[in-house]
């Protein structure tokens, strides 16, 4: 116990004195994830609005497939871009194996199916006439789509914020794709399960309060969202 409190002690002095080497590998953690929701969020939401609003054969597969990609572990994710993306893959030319394109690539892969299966539930439950009446009323179809999403709002913030949550905290496609090379690909998660291996305690726990306080911030938005999102509703 009273290694315990030590451990905690340390953890909380590293993080308010602001440590160097603690803060880069936060900061690179949301410079790849930020990055990699950006990129994620349009064609996701161009494919959660053909699932939702666009008949077409086979629908409900591709609905079936996106949500069954939610499921795919980080580690399987992390292996198929190891294979393409290593020297003698197709793709080893382009020489992305571990470094941070090749991370905010698999976070992608990773963001995508959650992001679109939120966006298709959020999109599927809009009124249809919303999307009629901008028509009727001479919008174009980039403004129909902007009535739509203003519609959605709290729901698309919602899904962000989960898919954000969701990739920030993986650590099998970070490892394996990334390296965990310190000053350049060590994020949080895989610095966590280094200083574990290591016995430093200190910095690993700091990083997981970081993590827990993200979680709870994230949980306590997402709540605000959905909130928000039923009272429109109502409204």
């Known amino acids: 116990m009273h290694e315990l409190m030590n451990t905690t002690r340390e953890a ?6 602001l440590d160097p ?9 949301f ?3 930020l990055t990699a929701i950006l990129v994620a969020l349009p064609p996701s939401l161009l494919i959660a609005l053909l699932l939702a609003r666009v008949a077409f054969p086979g629908r409900w597969f591709a609905i079936s497939l996106v949500n ?13 871009l190891f294979m393409l993306l290593s020297r003698s893959g197709p793709l080893g030319e382009l020489r992305l ?5 090749a991370m905010i690539l698999g976070q992608i ?18 009124d249809q006439r919303a999307w009629e ?22 729901g698309v913030i919602a899904a962000v914020l989960a898919a954000f949550g969701r990739i920030i905290a993986e650590v099998g496609s970070a490892v394996m794709i990334g390296g965990n090379i310190e000053h350049f690909t060590r994020t949080i998660t895989t610095a966590i399960a280094l200083e574990t291996l290591k016995g430093e ?27 928000r999102g039923h009272q429109t509703v109502s409204v």
Request: glycine share 8%.
């Open 12 to 17: 909380l002095y590293l993080l308010l004195s």
């Open 21 to 29: 080497a603690l803060w880069e590998i936060i900061g690179v953690s």
């Open 31 to 33: 410079r790849v994830s």
């Open 68 to 80: 069954t990609f939610m499921a795919v572990p980080t580690v399987v994710v992390g292996l198929v």
């Open 97 to 101: 194996l571990f470094t941070q394109r």
């Open 109 to 126: 892969l990773l963001a995508m199916p959650v992001l679109t299966a939120m966006l298709h539930s959020t999109l599927q439950s809009i």
């Open 133 to 154: 009446t901008a028509r009727q009323l001479g919008a174009g179809w980039w403004q129909s789509l902007w009535v739509l999403l203003r519609e959605a709002r709290f």
């Open 201 to 227: 305690f200190a910095q690993g726990l700091a990083l997981g309060l970081v993590l827990l306080l993200l979680a709870l911030v994230l949980n306590v938005l997402l709540g605000v969202m959905r909130g």
